[in-house]
């Protein structure tokens, strides 16, 4: 199944497919355009995670999840 992210490092939107450049970071699957955005990620997950907005009463790093807030 495809569905779109955007590439934390470059900000590249991509098609995520089986074979989309991946790491997994605090249980969130963060997706790459290319090997080098990988790279830089995993050397330094944390200034490229960003924390995601849910319900807007509050913050989840990583968050993921589009639909409703669990909180």
């Known amino acids: 199944m495809k569905h779109k992210e955007k590439d934390p490092v ?3 939107a ?3 497919q089986d074979d989309t450049l991946r790491s997994v970071w605090q249980e969130t ?3 790459f355009c290319a090997s080098a955005c990988k790279e830089k990620f ?3 997950p944390e200034q490229y ?3 995601r ?3 807007g009463k509050h913050q ?3 968050h993921r999840n589009h639909g409703e ?3």
Request: glycine share 8%.
């Open 69 to 71: 807030c669990s909180h």
């Open 60 to 62: 989840h790093p990583g």
């Open 10 to 12: 470059c900000g590249m």
């Open 53 to 55: 907005e849910c319900c």
């Open 42 to 44: 995993d050397a330094d």
């Open 49 to 51: 995670a960003q924390p």
């Open 29 to 31: 699957t963060y997706y």
């Open 14 to 16: 991509i098609s995520v």
